[in-house]
């Protein structure tokens, strides 16, 4: 009697154990002592109050805007050159006559026509600022440009990849929540600057303060905390800020702003450089005078063809 009045209460506190932990509209909404320790750490640290925490030291919010490029002038090496035959503007095809003989040292070069009389022929090659690679049998031309932590886009122009933006040199740096340059990143991705930075207009890195300003000339600028120099594309000089062209304008000209020249009399812009009429071709290469030839980096002069040709790779 009395061991079938135990065993039938044993299994009513079974039921009463099951209903308790398996009906789910039972336990909707609760949780066990381990979730309620976790919900108090998150209220103790809650985003309202790190916000109000974090508010008082004036930081900034992380906004999507977009970055606005300013134009500027490229550099010679990504410019097509005048001996060169724009051939497909899609592809960055250009056609350009050379020696026979030194064909071999231009990268997938596609023979098109020979001229025996002049003892050239027409080849077609991948632009100046544009490098030649083949994939399946086919030459595709990729840009060039000096571009670290980005790709380039076109030749001489950089697109940073994700995660770095362009700070006032053109340098691809990071941004939160990778880091902020002269600041330091939170975890809601905004940037805190370092005394003496405040946020650039994207609001995604720090540049320098100078209380009382550089001045309304354009190519001053502030360079370093409470330090005003020169922007970008100039230099110091005696006569203050002037342009920088690269590469130099040569003898014959005057470097402007936008990294472009000005020829003095008896010379002319060629391939960005003031030059001179000379005898030589002087293909990949500036005529500084009538008889004077100088090659780009990476070329030697060809005496037969008076031009510049790709040296030979060993």
Not at 159 to 173: A, I, L, R, T
Request: a neutral charge; glycine letters at 10%.
């Amino acid at each position: 009697m009395w061991l079938r009045l135990g065993i039938l209460q044993f299994i009513v506190c079974l039921s009463t154990i099951h209903s308790q932990y398996s009906d789910p509209r039972r336990n909707q909404g609760q949780s066990n002592g381990f979730m309620d320790q976790n919900q108090a750490i998150g209220r103790r640290f809650s985003p309202n109050r790190q916000n109000s925490m974090l508010s008082s030291f004036n930081r900034g919010q992380s906004l999507p805007e977009p970055e606005v490029e300013q134009p500027k002038g490229k550099s010679r090496e990504y410019l097509i050159r005048s001996h060169e035959i724009l051939a497909d503007n899609a592809r960055h095809l250009c056609r350009t006559w050379v020696p026979p003989e030194i064909i071999e040292r231009y990268s997938y070069a596609n023979i098109i026509q020979p001229d025996q009389s002049k003892k050239l022929t027409l080849i077609e090659v991948c632009c100046t600022g544009y490098y030649a690679m083949r994939s399946n049998g086919v030459t595709y031309c990729r840009p060039i440009c000096s571009c670290q932590n980005g790709s380039c886009r076109v030749a001489g122009d950089c697109d940073c990849y994700q995660g770095f933006v362009k700070n006032d040199n053109g340098d691809c740096v990071f941004t939160c929540p990778l880091g902020c340059q002269n600041g330091r990143c939170y975890l809601d991705g905004s940037c805190l600057c370092d005394p003496g930075y405040k946020l650039d207009e994207s609001r995604r890195f720090c540049r320098p303060i100078c209380s009382n300003g550089c001045g309304n000339n354009p190519r001053h600028n502030c360079t370093e905390p409470e330090v005003c120099g020169c922007a970008m594309g100039f230099q110091l000089t005696d006569d203050g800020c002037q342009p920088v062209c690269d590469p130099d304008c040569g003898i014959g000209g005057l470097c402007r702003e936008n990294n472009e020249c000005d020829c003095g009399p008896g010379y002319q812009l060629k391939d960005g450089v003031c030059q001179t009429d000379c005898y030589q071709k002087c293909s990949n290469g500036i005529c500084v005078s009538r008889n004077r030839c100088i090659c780009d980096p990476g070329y030697s002069y060809h005496e037969q063809s008076t031009m510049c040709v790709p040296i030979k790779k060993n």
